[in-house]
Every structure is written in structure tokens, then in C-alpha cells.
């Protein structure tokens, strides 16, 4: 099969010429105990993938990447009992173990033994299994790699979705719908009266501002310096839409002693402590994004008690997968939840360098790819 391969991380933009990504033959292996073969649909670039071609997030090398997608089960492994060959699936970029600490609490978006074997690039329940024509190791990227014709994963790696669901809607909900979704509901616990700020307009930044939009009686402020993401947010539900300069008077002027909930979706330090000097007091920012690690932030230590603000961090959107991906699909079936607004185009495997410098300057929302083309 082909795969999307990263070999040397750090390469320089544009990487339509450094060419970081190389599609590469790799063998297809057959799924151990536990785990299934997926045929890929559709496999769409995040900036979680951008973030591992510019050495931002470590990873262990050569890498398969791609970690949203959405394909169909050609192959099933002993004890994977309750899926059938040709059933159509999302990919979920943390495995749940559903033992350990963070499982055990209801928190699987923060599973320890998926975190670990995420990080080292293997899958949930053996080593990596990808290997080049020659055998040598090609570790899989956050138990998924989907930039590739075929993927093998963990069991707990996918969540099955019905056949109305059209291959270009399904692989947006893997990561950009859990982790903006459930920023909002699940970690912000946002409500029925309250404001909101959405600083950072990609995709998980607008899937925040659709679920936002669905509460009611609610202020929904989305901030992008790109005038394009900021018409884009209205579309997806937004109240406001202005630039990061505007933002401070807009909040002054509609929410009164500031918002109740900021959703951080850049990947900035600056931006959480210009999110926490706009919460009202009790409000909480959230934070969702991927900072460089040399980053480090800098605020007034008083008022988290003397003004009981909150500052928190959100994983997938500290998602329960198989709970919340049927309940968005079920908005989006409703007419709520406009998800496609999301995805920008498609194009096949072969542009996916070009489609790293479109996602880099803001061009394009989802991009999504067809790994057989």
C-alpha cells in the first residue's frame, strides 16, 4: 500500500519543495488480536499533523502520518467481534485503554496506556506493525496513520457510523468535531445564557463555534485575524466575528465585565493570557490548541482565587467518543450542525506537501485527501 511517510522533521516551508511527506510503498500487514484493517476513504490534514513536520511535537521517525479519517473494514483480527467487514468507521486518534486511572474515571481522551503508545508511535495492543519493503519500522502516528491506502488499528481506535454518512462528513468528525465540540460542552461545560470567545478559526476553532451556536440564548464571539475565517465563523453560527485587536471592545461592549468561556484554539501562550483577562469573574478559558513546548505563559497568579478564574486543558475535547461522535452526527442529520462548511476541498494523496503550506497560511479549513488517487 501507499503511505505518507515523515523521515526528517524541522524541513523548512514552502513544503511543496522541501517535500517532507514521501509517498512511499509499504506493506500491508495482517491485523493482530484486537485489531482491524481499514480501507481509507477520505483522510483529512490537521494542524496536529503540521505540528509534527515542523518538529513542534516530537515524534519518533520514520512516521506514517494522518490521524482523521473515515474508511471501511475490509479485515477484522481474533476477538473483534462486534464490527463486520464493509461496516464504514471514524478514526479516533487516543485509544481507550478502559482500565487504567483516566479511563477508569470516565475520562478516556486522557487514557495512559494510549497516551504511551501513541507517543511512541505503536499501537494499542502490540508494537508498530508498518515496515517498508526492505522491513524496515515505520511507526504509526497517534495509532492511526491514514495518509495511506490502508490503515491497521486498534480496535478502540475506531467508532462505527451508519451509511448515511457520506465518507467527507464522517472523517471530520474524528478530530476537528470531538476536540471543538467537546471543548465547549464537555470541558467548558458551556450553558444555556452565558458568552463566549473562539480565538482561532480552523477547524476546531469553528466546530467550537457551531457548538456553541447550538446553545441557547447565548453570546457567540469568534476572533481570526483572516477576514475569510471570520465570514466562515458566521456561517458556522457566530454572533461576532472580529480581529484579534477588536476583540477586548467587542467583549466590552456585549458582555458586559467580560465573557464566561474562551475557547484558546491556536496553539499560542499569548493568546490563553489574553483569553484570561477577558473572562468575567468564575469564567474559564480553555485550552485546545498545541503551543510550541519552549512556550511559557505569564499571568497575574491572583486572579485565579480572587477572581476564580479558571484556566483548563481539553484533549480531544475530553471526549467520549462513542458517546458524543453519534450525538453530533445526530445534530448534523437534524439540520444543527453544519459540519461540511468545514471542508474546504479535496485532492489526492499525491498534493499532500502542498496541502501542508495551504493549511500553514490559513487557506483552507479541511482539506481532505484520497489516498488511492
Same mark, same amino acid.
Given at each position: ?18 517535500? /517532507? ?37 516530537? =515524534? ?27 461496516? #464504514? ?11 487504567? #486511572? ?14 504511551e503508545s501513541n507517543g511512541s508511535g505503536d499501537l494499542l495492543h502490540g508494537p508498530a506493525i508498518l515496515e517498508t519493503e526492505h522491513g524496515e519500522e515505520v511507526k504509526h502516528h497517534l495509532g492511526v496513520s491514514a495518509f495511506a491506502e490502508y490503515a491497521v488499528l486498534a480496535r478502540e481506535s475506531v467508532v462505527p457510523v ?64 483572516? /477576514?475569510?475565517? =471570520? ?49 468575567? =469573574? ?40 462513542? #458517546? ?42 479541511? #482539506? ?6
Open positions: 500500500m501507499r503511505a505518507a511517510v515523515l523521515r526528517q522533521s524541522g524541513l523548512t516551508a514552502p513544503y511543496a519543495q522541501s517535500q /517532507p511527506l514521501s509517498l512511499e510503498e509499504l506493506k500491508l500487514a495482517a491485523p493482530r488480536a484486537g485489531e482491524l484493517v481499514v480501507r481509507i476513504e477520505r483522510a483529512s490534514l490537521c494542524h496536529s499533523d503540521l505540528s509534527v513536520v515542523n518538529g513542534s511535537r516530537l =515524534r519518533p521517525l520514520p512516521m506514517a502520518l494522518g490521524h482523521e479519517a473515515a474508511g471501511v473494514v475490509t479485515a477484522l483480527g481474533e476477538g473483534v467481534n462486534d464490527l463486520e467487514v464493509g461496516q #464504514r468507521v471514524v478514526t479516533v486518534f487516543v485509544p481507550s485503554c478502559g482500565s487504567c #486511572r483516566a479511563c477508569a474515571a470516565g475520562r478516556p481522551a486522557l487514557c495512559h496506556r494510549g497516551a451508519a451509511e448515511d454518512v457520506p465518507a467527507e462528513v464522517a472523517a471530520l468528525f474524528g478530530c476537528a468535531a470531538l476536540t471543538g465540540m467537546g471543548a465547549v460542552l464537555n470541558t467548558g461545560e458551556f450553558s444555556a445564557g452565558q458568552s463566549i470567545a473562539v480565538f482561532g478559526l480552523g477547524a476546531v476553532g469553528l466546530a467550537a463555534v457551531m457548538a456553541a451556536a447550538i446553545v441557547p440564548e447565548t453570546t457567540v464571539i469568534a476572533v481570526d485575524p483572516l /477576514p475569510a475565517k =471570520r465570514e466562515l465563523a458566521v456561517r458556522c453560527g457566530a454572533d461576532y466575528a472580529v480581529a484579534p485587536e477588536e476583540a477586548a471592545e467587542l467583549v466590552n461592549q456585549h458582555c458586559g465585565d467580560g465573557v464566561d468561556l474562551v475557547i484558546e484554539a491556536v496553539g499560542s501562550a499569548r493568546v490563553i493570557e489574553a483569553g484570561l483577562a477577558l473572562l468575567t =469573574r468564575g469564567g474559564a478559558v480553555v485550552s485546545v490548541g498545541l503551543p510550541n513546548p519552549e512556550q511559557q505563559l505569564t499571568v497575574q497568579a491572583l486572579q485565579f482565587a480572587g477572581a476564580g478564574k479558571r484556566l483548563l486543558g481539553s484533549y480531544l475535547g475530553d471526549a467520549v467518543p462513542e #458517546r458524543d461522535l453519534p450525538r453530533y452526527l445526530q445534530l448534523w442529520r437534524q439540520g444543527e450542525l453544519p459540519i461540511e462548511l468545514l471542508h474546504t476541498d479535496t485532492r489526492p494523496l499525491s498534493e499532500i506537501n502542498q496541502g501542508l503550506d495551504a493549511l500553514a497560511s490559513g487557506a483552507v479549513v479541511r #482539506r481532505l485527501f484520497v489516498p488511492g488517487e
